[in-house]
């Protein structure tokens, strides 16, 4: 199953800034990319958004030259593109959602207008981020040039999702001829009763982090023998805290979408926007793709 490269496309900066990036990786990959333009169902979780607009809407033209626009444009800038378009009734998120069932990626910017609205700002972006059927990368405004260079970061707590997340950080620092950092982070070490106790649970800690480093790194090195790969023991207030710093010199994070320990529920609530919305470089929500059905 040749599956496409998906990028959410409103008209605005930030999701042309996405498809600029979808299409290179579509290219690389050689991967069709696809399109979508998502437009609002007025009766949005059964309540309507206008009482007197009850209607349900039909594609614009309007989108539809817009989309077909920017896929030319894209095609002329990448050569061998395969592009298509498509306009979806129901919602962003749930077009989106709908569409990484079949997916090889989704591309999405972290702001947007009309139908991406608020995407990545509320409800809709968790919905996205919890429900998606294959990995999510979200793209920083356009206004922000997306950096390049340095190296790709992954979050690594010992879970199957975190796993998967480095797994695809490798491939991606792999694709980029780039330097791999695994960061483990814990929280700082609160005061006990006895001393020795909370110096005995902080030697625990480390010594847990080094063991998950550790066994990250040789899982990588042995899938990626010539790949530069360093390991990140950090104390921080929270995960995301530690990779917003990290993002400020890389060129991309990388998450998994469930986690444990110090990634527990990192993208289950206001953590997960927070990544989104402040990171320094894009992010990859590691969503492991559902099998084809073919």
């Known amino acids: 199953m040749n599956r496409p490269v998906v990028a959410g496309v409103d008209g605005s900066p930030s999701s042309l800034a996405a498809a600029e990036l979808a299409a290179a990786t579509a290219v690389a990959r050689s991967r069709p990319l696809l399109l979508v333009h998502g437009y609002l169902h007025p009766l949005r979780y059964g309540v309507p958004l206008n009482p007197y607009d009850l209607g349900v809407p039909a594609p614009t033209e309007e989108a539809e030259k817009m989309l077909e626009r920017v896929a030319a444009e894209l095609a002329e800038r990448h050569p061998g593109l395969r592009a298509q378009v498509r306009q979806v009734a129901g919602g962003p998120g749930a077009a989106l959602v709908e569409e990484s069932r079949r997916a090889e990626l989704v591309v999405v910017g972290s702001r947007g207008v009309g139908g991406f609205a608020g995407l990545l700002l509320g409800s809709v972006g968790g919905q996205l981020a919890q429900h998606g ?11 922000e040039p997306i950096p390049v260079g340095g190296p790709v970061v992954v979050g690594v707590d010992g879970s199957a999702s975190a796993a998967y997340a480095v797994e695809l950080a490798a491939d991606e620092a792999d694709r980029r001829d780039a330097e791999l950092a695994l960061l483990h982070v814990r929280s ?64 991309l994070v990388v998450v998994g979408s469930r986690g444990r320990g110090g990634f527990a529920g990192l993208l289950l609530g206001s953590v997960s926007q927070a990544l989104v919305q402040h990171a320094h470089c894009p992010v990859l929500v590691a969503h492991r793709p559902e099998p084809a059905d073919d």
């Open 188 to 251: 700082p070490e609160r005061g006990a009763v006895a001393p020795e106790v909370a110096a005995e649970a902080g030697t625990a800690e480390r010594a847990e982090a080094t063991e998950l480093l550790a066994t990250a790194a040789d899982t990588v090195r042995r899938a990626h023998p010539g790949l530069r790969v360093t390991e990140r023991a950090v104390v921080a207030a929270s995960p995301e805290t530690a990779l917003r710093e990290a993002s400020g010199e890389a060129s």
């Open 133 to 143: 059927h294959c990995p999510v990368l979200v793209v920083r405004p356009a206004e």
